[in-house]
């Protein structure tokens, strides 16, 4: 969960780039296993 550098007003839309960077970063890690 990496929230910082989010804006309260921009919560909504940083949560959904927090979704696809941690499925992105799910899928490398899967890939780098």
Same mark, same amino acid.
């Given at each position: 969960? +990496?929230?910082?550098? *989010?804006?309260?007003? +921009?919560?909504v839309? *940083?949560? !959904?780039?927090d !979704? +696809?960077?941690?499925?992105?970063?799910? +899928?490398?890690m899967?890939?780098?296993?």
């Open positions: 969960m +990496r929230l910082e550098g *989010c804006k309260v007003k +921009r919560e839309r *940083c949560k !959904t780039q !979704t +696809r960077v941690k499925s992105y970063e799910l +899928r490398v899967d890939f780098a296993a």
